[in-house]
């Protein structure tokens, strides 16, 4: 059967300006073309005055993270994880979120769910389990001797060192059904044991990983905060930085070089701030401190970013702050040097690229599926209705209706 969505407006995720009165004509899920009239016959969905644009794109999330803190964590079973992964799946769906790039401990299980459509969510890329030195941002080793995540039957253990402990660990993350490989090149703000200036795993020991990432076909994603923890995963070729918060000009020109993807994440310290303002006993007293010494230096370099022309991709690193939030981190790109559109191509089609799902999803274009979302107003004259949920009203993924109002 052949739908036409009707467009107001439409913003097809190229950068292109906006377009009115279009039909998105679709045919088995899939975009045919873009039309100025509904083919006889198809089935008109008529969007009002919405401004369609391509189904949004976070490349960097936790479905399995909520807002739990560290007593509610070791209280919950790993069954009832998986449910409220699952639960926050629908959540990022119902934002607009049609794909996202799933940084650690979401299992294959939920992305098969998904998948074969027993529960409602986006299409997954998926790193299951994090690598990290000992110590490092990964290691949830508590100072009283408790880990918060010693790794399960499907999530192997993620805390590794040495050439040959890495190069293990890789592989068995890809057989778990990794779509990418996570490292940790730096520590961070929520780790117990380092700092976010410092650097993580060795140059050889992130070869390794690439080496094994690509020799299967995948990428790699490296948390990467410390400047040296930057560049080391630059230069072994690593496909993107998370986070950048200590990005330097010699660095920003080698990921402009390569065409590496910065994730900044920009919203994710801003989270911790908020929780432990609602609730002291959420954020322990160690990352409310690094938080708050991150937040002004994170912007500085998203911005030297912007400047120099890097590819940048969205991202939010939810879970750290609540699902279906997702979208607040398109606003904030734009508080933070982007303009509107910028940040709406780097939430589609950048994001598309960096996620490897291009080919499928991330513009409005015949050959791609039928990911499409609507927002209340022009995202272009007022970019914070992004900060408002009740803003989208419409979201489709693979041709199917999931939302309406």
Avoid at 123 to 135: D, E, H, K, W, Y
Wanted: aromatic letters at 4%; proline letters at 5%; hydrophobic letters at 40%.
């Amino acid at each position: 059967m052949t739908v036409a969505v009707r467009a107001a407006t439409l913003i097809d995720g190229t950068g292109a300006d906006p377009v009115r009165g279009r039909f998105v004509v679709i045919e088995d899920g899939v975009i045919q073309r873009i039309a100025k009239a509904a083919p006889k016959g198809a089935e008109v969905i008529d969007a009002g005055e919405l401004t369609i644009l391509p189904g949004l794109i976070d490349c960097h999330v936790h479905l399995a993270l909520g807002q739990e803190n560290i007593q509610q964590r070791l209280l919950t079973p790993l069954s009832l994880n998986t449910a409220m992964a699952l639960v926050h799946a629908r959540e990022t769906l119902d934002a607009g979120f049609t794909t996202v790039r799933d940084a650690g401990f979401t299992t294959r299980g939920v992305k098969m769910a998904v998948e074969r459509g027993l529960f409602a969510g986006p299409r997954m890329r998926i790193a299951v389990s994090p690598l990290s030195q000992t110590g490092g941002h990964g290691d949830s080793m508590t100072p009283s001797g408790v880990n918060m995540w010693p790794g399960d039957p499907e999530r192997p253990n993620g805390v590794v060192d040495g050439i040959e402990g890495v190069r293990r660990a890789s592989r068995e993350v890809l057989r778990a059904g990794a779509d990418q490989i996570k490292i940790m090149t730096s520590g961070g703000v929520l780790s117990p044991n380092d700092e976010p200036g410092a650097t993580g795993f060795s140059p050889e020991e992130i070869a390794a990983v690439v080496y094994e990432a690509h020799a299967s076909g995948k990428t790699v994603m490296s948390h990467a905060q410390a400047t040296q923890g930057i560049k080391n995963a630059v230069l072994a070729g690593v496909e993107s930085i998370e986070h950048g918060i200590y990005l330097d000009e010699e660095t920003c020109a080698e990921m402009k070089k390569r065409g590496t993807y910065l994730v900044a994440t920009l919203i994710a310290p801003l989270w911790v701030l908020r929780r432990a303002e609602k609730d002291p006993s959420a954020i322990p007293p160690y990352a409310l401190r690094k938080a708050k010494e991150v937040v002004e230096a994170h912007r500085r370099s998203f911005r030297m970013a912007v400047e120099k022309g890097l590819k940048i991709a969205m991202g939010t690193d939810t879970g750290v702050g609540p699902h279906g939030t997702n979208a607040e981190e398109i606003a904030v790109m734009v508080e933070n040097g982007m303009t509107p559109m910028q940040a709406i191509v780097a939430t589609t089609r950048t994001a598309a690229e960096c996620a490897r799902v291009d080919t499928l999803v991330g513009t409005i274009e015949p050959g791609k599926r039928a990911d499409l979302v609507g927002v209340r107003g022009d995202p272009l004259a007022n970019i914070a209705l992004f900060k408002d949920q009740s803003c989208v009203a419409f979201v489709m993924k693979d041709g199917a209706v999931h939302k309406r109002s």
